[in-house]
């Protein structure tokens, strides 16, 4: 087990072709990063990298395990190894109480944000395990729905508080390797997905009306994501809770 960390550090992210995840590469390449953009669509992850030469562009889908094991292999292939994981892939999935949402719903739901959280997981593990030196540090985005659920939201909110389970697995497993894990969980930063839900112009409350909710800048949501990635190898930094200010979630209902 080591404690030190390699001077040119190498970043996976996933998600990265838009949002947090993008925010997050950009901060992370401009910080020194080496950074591996991961996301379906590679024309938005090829924007995100904008022709940065410590930008690898991988196509992946992260409910695929043939896709997360290459993105994987490409990160080894060109730098060697991983040193940071982001793992940020995630969808809200549909607007449906748990007597409503179809199987097929659910089910695609926790592809993505759990399934492909654990495959992106998994192959981190087994290339911090192997690579000299040894460890690493594995962020998953969780959210504030992993404490306290929005109503008419089951699929996400199960997948967010099943995320906390694994972050905490992984802790626990990776300490005799030098592997951490942490978990951010995010209120209301401005991305495309808090439009999906109505934040700005009205989302959902647990009285059934709709209150307009404050949000903040995703560059700021990015800045404590680098917060958790910069931290020497020796401290772990398990849980952080990022929100708006003023947004109803103290107190949430």
């Known amino acids: 087990m080591t404690t030190s960390l390699p001077t040119a550090r190498v970043a996976v992210v996933t998600g990265a072709g838009s949002g947090i995840g993008r925010e997050v590469a950009r901060q992370m390449l401009a910080d020194g990063y080496r950074v591996v953009l991961a996301g379906r669509r590679e024309a938005q992850l090829a924007e995100t990298a904008d022709g940065h030469a410590d930008a690898l562009v991988v196509p992946c889908d992260v409910t695929r395990r043939d896709d997360v094991e290459r993105l994987f292999e490409a990160a080894r292939r060109k730098w060697g190894r991983v040193d940071v994981l982001f793992n940020n892939a995630g969808v809200f999935g549909p607007a449906?109480?748990?007597?409503?949402?179809?199987?097929?719903?659910?089910?695609?739901?926790?592809?993505?944000?759990?399934?492909?959280s654990m495959l992106c997981a998994a192959a981190a593990v087994?290339?911090?395990?192997?690579?000299?030196?040894?460890?690493?540090?594995?962020?998953?985005?969780?959210?504030?729905?992993?404490?306290?659920?929005?109503?008419?939201?089951?699929?996400?909110?199960?997948?967010?508080?099943?995320?906390?389970?694994?972050?905490?697995?992984?802790?626990?497993?990776?300490?005799?390797?030098?592997?951490?894990?942490?978990?951010?969980?995010?209120?209301?930063?401005?991305?495309?997905?808090?439009?999906?839900?109505?934040?700005?112009?009205?989302?959902?409350?647990?009285?059934?009306?709709?209150?307009?909710?404050?949000?903040?800048?995703?560059?700021?949501?990015?800045?404590?994501?680098?917060?958790?990635?910069?931290?020497?190898?020796?401290?772990?930094?398990?849980?952080?809770?990022?929100?708006?200010?003023?947004m109803p979630f103290i107190g949430r209902g």
């Open 96 to 116: 449906a109480g748990v007597d409503e949402i179809s199987l097929e719903d659910w089910n695609a739901t926790l592809a993505v944000n759990l399934t492909g």
């Open 126 to 246: 087994r290339t911090m395990k192997s690579q000299e030196p040894q460890g690493g540090r594995i962020i998953n985005n969780g959210s504030i729905s992993a404490h306290s659920p929005r109503p008419r939201t089951v699929a996400y909110t199960v997948t967010k508080h099943a995320m906390t389970g694994l972050t905490r697995s992984i802790e626990l497993d990776g300490r005799g390797y030098g592997i951490t894990c942490g978990q951010i969980d995010i209120g209301n930063t401005a991305t495309d997905i808090m439009d999906t839900i109505g934040v700005g112009s009205g989302a959902l409350q647990a009285d059934g009306s709709r209150k307009v909710e404050p949000m903040f800048p995703v560059a700021d949501a990015a800045h404590a994501v680098l917060m958790m990635a910069n931290m020497p190898a020796s401290a772990s930094v398990g849980s952080v809770v990022v929100t708006a200010a003023g």
